[in-house]
DNA sequence: TTCGGTATTGATATGTTATAACATATCTAC
DNA sequence: GTAGATATGTTATAACATATCAATACCGAA
């Protein structure tokens, strides 16, 4: 994959990766991966935005399947809750995650207002500043939402 | 005001002033603090938590006014655009902003997952590093949201 | 292999958060 | 006082999320 998903990139070998490495960590750890949970991945893995819980159930019902919505939240929570997608909050829907290989991790997302594409980007140096500056303060960080929002390369230049 | 929320402070005069501050720059901005939205203030003022707008509603409604839905939701909606409110992203709630007199500003919140507090921090230094990343890649930053979850230091103690 | 516990799925209902749409009232400027 | 803009009242509905319980699939141990 490029530098980020803002560039243009190898769509279908990003997401053939991402699926290799859920397959992996899922055999690896025990986890089940299962023909729902991997649908649900593969379709968030279909474009670089954030799907809502209710978009996954319309695909799913488009392919036949009467899903209702515990299908696609229950989906979702395994997919968060083991790292293979992320809950942007902002836009109360959900995204592959980019970075599946790294486990656990403290994302930050770039949102486009305009297109509402989606980027994660990996290891923000400034996290760990905050993380820091609130344990100054007393507080312990278990985990964080960061959220930018506003125009992305290419809507820049559409719109400048 | 003491450093943080999450410390004793003098929670009548941190009251007092944010609505002597408030009334202060919608004068000068010529901004119209109607009385319902000094009530949803002072609302949520109240304490140093982040309240949803169906809470807000509950209050209005306890106090006689029979109020729908989008009366705190326009409330809200000015309290935020103008700076005065916060909303919190991951609780789907508002808080008073605990620094109206720096105008706009990128705030980030530490929410504890135990009490529910909510405090706001300054400007971390660190997401000024975060928005520099970004313009690294292309992204023009407008609105962040940066919010930490976990242990204020009063839980912590309590449950170490 | 069969049993029994656990995890997952199916299905219905309901809870929670937010906005659309349109009428009315209030304020401000002329 | 009238006109235009801003704010409020009111009803309905959209959008997002969870509770509950029954049925089935999976998996390891007897
Ligand atoms: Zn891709
Ligand atoms: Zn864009
Ligand atoms: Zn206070
Ligand atoms: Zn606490």
Redesign the pocket.
């Known amino acids: 994959m490029s530098q980020n998903q803002f560039h243009d990139h190898d769509h279908q070998g990003c997401i053939a990766s991402a699926l290799a490495t859920a397959e992996a960590r899922c055999a690896a750890e025990g986890?089940?991966l299962?023909?729902?949970?991997k649908r649900v991945l593969e379709i968030l893995l279909e474009e670089h935005r954030a799907l809502?819980?209710?978009?996954i159930l319309a695909r799913l019902s488009a392919e036949g399947q009467?899903?209702?919505?515990?299908?696609a939240?229950?989906?979702l929570d395994?997919l968060v809750s083991h790292g293979f997608a992320h809950r942007i909050e902002r836009l109360?829907?959900y995204i592959a995650c980019t970075l599946p290989n790294e486990g656990a991790h403290m994302p930050a997302f770039m949102i486009c207002r305009n297109c509402d594409m989606v980027a994660e980007t990996g290891r923000p140096e400034a996290e760990l500043g905050l993380v820091s500056e609130a344990k100054n303060l007393g507080f312990a960080v278990e985990r964080s939402s960061v959220e930018l929002e506003g125009l992305c390369p290419a809507c820049r230049e559409a719109r400048p």
């Open positions: 986890l089940r299962t023909a729902q949970r809502g819980a209710y978009d009467n899903a209702q919505p515990p299908v939240y229950r989906a395994f109360n829907a």
